[in-house]
């Protein structure tokens, strides 16, 4: 059973216990994440700037150059925001599990060696949801849940291979999908009340509350469903041993299966031999009985014709 109440009021106890340092990291973890969008923006506006008033101004097209710097820059700049977003759910997943929350865990994507693993496991990520979108909306939306849960293993999970972690994703996921969405509505109403405050409400208490929530999944999920690195291998060769063992089992099911029909079908087979033998054998006793009474009634026939014509002859000789 998912338990999305038990959850929800951990996130809350979290939020409370060090309400101020939360909100202030998790604000500047996504002044981070959009810094750089804004000053690339403003700079390419800046140095095009020209070009960018005489197309407003006069309705003037822009030539391709223009359009093309900025989505290279605003490409840019969003893959520097995934390495924050990495940033602050690992903040989110110490805070939740009782740690002091600390501003240094929000630069762990600069840390040594997890800087290309964290920005191609959430580029993969990120690619991967918008190719099945590009297909259809609901698959998407699946795969954006069966997905989410790689950040956080990308971070706590380095004995883990970028592939490897989306796979541990889609196995911590399996069967939650539709509990983990009942939980993002639950949520539904805090997010209008975040809009309806022109965002101040969302930075003061529902952006930490989501994303403190949505870490206590992960803290769940990784309980039921992950095992610790020395375990893996263990896990994945009974994960194998079983799979072996079904498939053998199945295979002997359906051998016997069969067996059993091929002795049926003998057996019936058998039996309906012997019960054309036995009525084929009724038959021609049945034939040879008619032709024996047949030929004795002949035969009784004959005699009383013999007897009554020798009556007739020694009544002609007196």
């Known amino acids: 059973m998912f338990p999305r109440q038990d959850i929800k009021r951990n996130a809350r106890a979290a939020i409370s216990a ?36 005489n197309s407003i101004m006069y309705d003037t097209v822009a030539p391709f150059s223009f359009y093309a710097g900025l ?15 990495a940033g602050r759910c690992f903040f989110c997943y110490k805070v939740y599990s009782g740690y002091q929350p600390e501003i240094k865990d929000i630069f762990v994507a ?22 099945w979108t590009l297909l259809l909306i609901v698959p998407g939306v699946i795969k954006s849940y069966e997905y989410r849960m790689v950040p956080y293993l990308l971070v706590d999970r380095p004995d883990l291979s970028i592939m490897d972690c989306f796979k541990m994703s889609k196995y911590m996921t399996n069967g939650f999908k539709a509990d983990i969405f009942v939980m993002d509505l639950s949520f539904l109403g805090w997010e209008l009340l975040g809009a309806c405050s022109c965002g101040i409400l969302d930075i003061l208490y529902v952006s ?11 803290d769940f999920l990784k309980r039921i469903r992950m095992y610790p690195p020395q375990q893996q291998y263990q896990y994945q060769q009974n994960a194998q041993y079983q799979q072996n063992a079904q498939y053998q089992q199945n295979a002997q099911y359906q051998q016997n299966a069969q067996y ?8 019936n087979a058998q039996y309906q031999q012997n019960t054309q033998y036995q009525q084929n054998a009724q038959y021609t006793q049945n034939q040879q009985y008619t032709q024996g009474t047949q030929q ?17 002859e020694d009544m002609f000789e007196e």
């Open 208 to 218: 930490p509350y989501v994303t403190i929530a949505d870490a206590g999944i992960y």
């Open 296 to 312: 004795n009634y002949t035969n009784v026939e004959n005699d009383v014709n013999m007897g009554q014509t020798s009556t007739n």
């Open 71 to 85: 989505e290279g820059a605003v490409w840019l700049s969003s893959l520097w925001a995934l390495l924050f977003i």
């Open 110 to 131: 600069f840390r040594s060696g997890m800087f290309l693993r964290i920005l191609g496991g959430m580029f993969l990520r990120d690619l991967f949801i918008m190719l």
């Open 260 to 267: 059993q029909q091929n002795a049926q079908y003998q057996q």
């Open 18 to 53: 060090n309400y101020a340092s939360i909100v202030g990291i998790i604000f500047l973890c996504g002044l981070l994440a959009s810094a750089l969008t804004l000053i690339v923006e403003f700079v390419y506006y800046g140095f095009n700037f020209e070009t960018y008033m």
